[in-house]
């Protein structure tokens, strides 16, 4: 039976190697095949061609690269992360990277996304995302040096920033998430509103930060289940 255990938003920084025992021990807990980062696993993840910011998570990516040779890897890109790319899967040895995954069960499918680049964004979000895509503006990012361009990708990403929200604010928005899909999908779990939530119809799952939380989700052949460390 395929057994796969969802992370989301670890957010990791520099010398928070706790994080890395923690996840081991959840992983302990099942017989796990796969692990799915959800997405902003980094605080921030930059490459571009040749130019690959790694000082701040060396640490994580050789985590990782130990971590998929027991288990198969899928990463979710998220606003933290969104250039995760080839050069993430050669240093890792993880293979699957997406914006989105589904999965089919015999139950129905099940789609996992970040939660970031939902259709119901407002034009001022979508010309941030292609601003950050653009390849232009990629490539005078990758000019400028390791130590700054860190920072700065930081501050930049902090401003789709969720963590500080209210709580009532995070909800209004989850209630338009729950308008941004259609029917082709039996179960949806989202991650980057640092919330958990379940929706009345069990359709929709919003996963909580694992570093903080402790939250994850279980997904097999029995359904979508959360759980907490």
Same mark, same amino acid.
């Given at each position: ?115 970031? @680049?939902? /259709?119901? *964004?407002?034009?001022? $979000? ?6 950050? !895509? &653009?390849? =232009? ?24 920033? @969720?963590? /500080?929200? *209210?709580?009532?604010? $995070? ?6 998430? !729950? &308008?941004? =899909? ?24 919003? @996963? ?17 289940? =959360?759980?907490?460390?």
């Amino acid at each position: 039976m395929t057994k796969l255990i969802v992370l989301s938003d670890i957010h990791y920084r520099k010398g928070e190697q706790k994080i890395f025992s923690k996840i081991k021990k959840v992983l302990e807990r099942d017989k796990f095949e796969k692990v799915v980062f959800l997405g902003d696993t980094f605080d921030f993840f930059f490459e571009f061609k040749g130019k690959f910011y790694k000082k701040e998570n060396v640490d994580l990516l050789d985590f990782l690269r130990d971590l998929s040779k027991d288990y198969e890897l899928f990463f979710i890109r998220g606003n933290h992360d969104i250039f995760i790319g080839n050069m993430f899967k050669k240093v890792t040895g993880c293979k699957y990277v997406f914006d989105d995954m589904c999965l089919e069960f015999d139950w129905g499918k099940v789609l996992l996304t970040h939660g970031h @680049l939902l /259709k119901n *964004d407002g034009l001022l $979000k979508k010309f941030f995302y292609f601003i950050l !895509k &653009n390849k =232009f503006d990629r490539f005078l990012f990758s000019l400028l040096p390791e130590s700054l361009g860190y920072r700065l990708g930081i501050q930049v990403s902090n401003l789709c920033n @969720l963590r /500080k929200m *209210d709580k009532n604010v $995070k909800m209004k928005k989850i209630e338009n998430v !729950k &308008n941004s =899909f259609g029917e082709n999908f039996q179960k949806i779990v989202i991650g980057h509103y640092h919330l958990d939530f379940v929706s009345e119809d069990k359709r929709i799952y919003i @996963l909580s930060d694992f570093k903080e939380n402790g939250s994850y989700i279980v997904i097999d052949e029995k359904g979508v289940f =959360f759980e907490h460390f």
